[in-house]
């Protein structure tokens, strides 16, 4: 097939997912054609079967804001009709179905028609669709995809009591590729983090509110001053201004290191005990799935999707949002020596449950299924 996959380019799990599925799909034979205003973050290499058409916005004193909609539209339109694409599939609603809908508008005034498959990924609905001024729109637009998928069973039960919705939405896990997340023998960055083998807790993020930054690090302080411990803090966002005055207010700053926004974070994962996700909202939790297949247990809260991946008790422990001392204590239970190898076998074994090749077929099998029925 010949697909046009449209995403944010960023650090984010939505262009994360878009980006890994076009490349696996790539890899499959089909042709991928992204469609966004910057190269994706993960498409750092030549295919044969890959394009990258980018969005150009041209800059008028008039605008404060650059019509990114309507360039995003008209490039669309551009590429479905020279590319002759099969189906567009785009990733988070906001603005992308919405872009999908007036670009298949104008396609059809010209006679051609194309599929839509509109993926939401999560702060689509559960932050950004609270938006009343964006509510109509994204309701629209989702009712205007020719097919619909969520990342989770939590996020579709909750797009359907937030928003009217009458079309059918299909749970299609996020992914991830084995070969490159696995425990990768990196004893040497152990030993340079950790020198008198301390434990290594991680978390990864983009730093927004959202992610409750400042609750990783009161759950570091708590469990350091029973086990010597390091933290690692992966990525970058709003947020780390506030968080290195926090760390350096609790007086652990000589234990916490940012680390930025990192490109080869499988190698951090591979020498890590512990990974931490207390999320306010989370429709799936890619960067613990990921940290997962490293063999990384999770302390994650109990907030959307994350309960369908982390299994309490077993890959690692869900906590309530907020709840500090329980993240703590449970904590200390997976780093207890007689624990840590059986909770970071189990969270490879739950990881492989979502191996890429699997959920990639999954995709295919829903594109058909949609194209068949256009
Ligand atoms: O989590 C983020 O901050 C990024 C965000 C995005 O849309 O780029 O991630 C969302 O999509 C991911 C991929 O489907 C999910 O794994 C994340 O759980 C989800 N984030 C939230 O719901 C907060």
Not at 188 to 195: D, G, N, S, T
Request: proline share 4%; hydrophobic share 40%.
């Amino acid at each position: 097939m010949k697909i046009g996959i449209v995403c944010y380019p960023t650090f984010g799990g939505s262009g994360v997912v878009a980006t890994e599925l076009g490349k696996a799909l790539a890899q499959k034979g089909h042709q991928i054609h992204f469609i966004t205003y910057a190269q994706p973050i993960r498409l750092d290499f030549f295919s044969e079967n890959i394009w990258y058409h980018e969005v150009n916005i041209n800059s008028y004193p008039l605008f404060q804001y650059p019509p990114y909609e309507s360039a995003l539209a008209g490039k669309m339109v551009d590429v479905v009709k020279y590319e002759k694409l099969d189906l567009l599939h785009v990733h988070y609603a906001i603005p992308h179905a919405t872009s999908a809908f007036l670009a298949k508008q104008i396609l059809q005034q010209e006679g051609l028609d194309i599929p839509v498959i509109t993926t939401l990924h999560g702060t689509d609905i559960t932050i950004v669709g609270k938006d009343p001024s964006l509510r109509p729109v994204i309701t629209f637009s989702i009712n205007a995809s020719d097919g619909v998928t969520s990342v989770s069973e939590d996020l579709k039960k909750e797009t359907l009591s937030a928003f009217n919705i009458e079309k059918e939405i299909k749970v299609i896990y996020n992914f991830v590729d084995l070969t490159r997340f696995y425990k990768q023998e990196k004893e040497h960055f152990k030993r340079f983090i950790c020198p008198n083998g301390e434990k290594l807790l991680v978390h990864a993020s983009n730093f927004r509110k959202v992610k409750r930054i400042g609750d990783v690090i009161r759950v570091f302080a708590g469990i350091r001053e029973k086990v010597p411990s390091k933290l690692l803090l992966i990525g970058d966002g709003e947020e780390r201004p506030n968080m290195e005055i926090l760390v350096r207010q609790l007086g652990i700053a000589e234990d916490v290191r940012f680390i930025g926004k990192l490109e080869a974070i499988e190698e951090v994962l591979s020498v890590a005990d512990l990974f931490i996700m207390p999320s306010e909202k989370e429709s799936f939790g890619l960067a613990a799935l990921e940290a997962m297949a490293c063999q990384v247990p999770v302390i994650s809260s109990n907030t959307g999707g994350l309960g369908e991946l982390n299994i309490n008790g077993v890959t690692g422990f869900l906590s309530n949002i907020g709840d500090i001392e329980d993240m703590v204590q449970k904590s200390l239970f997976i780093l207890d020596d007689n624990q840590l190898e059986g909770f970071k076998q189990r969270a490879l074994e739950r990881a492989k449950e979502f191996d890429m090749n699997r959920v990639v077929s999954q995709y295919e099998a829903y594109y058909q299924e949609i194209v068949d029925h256009f």
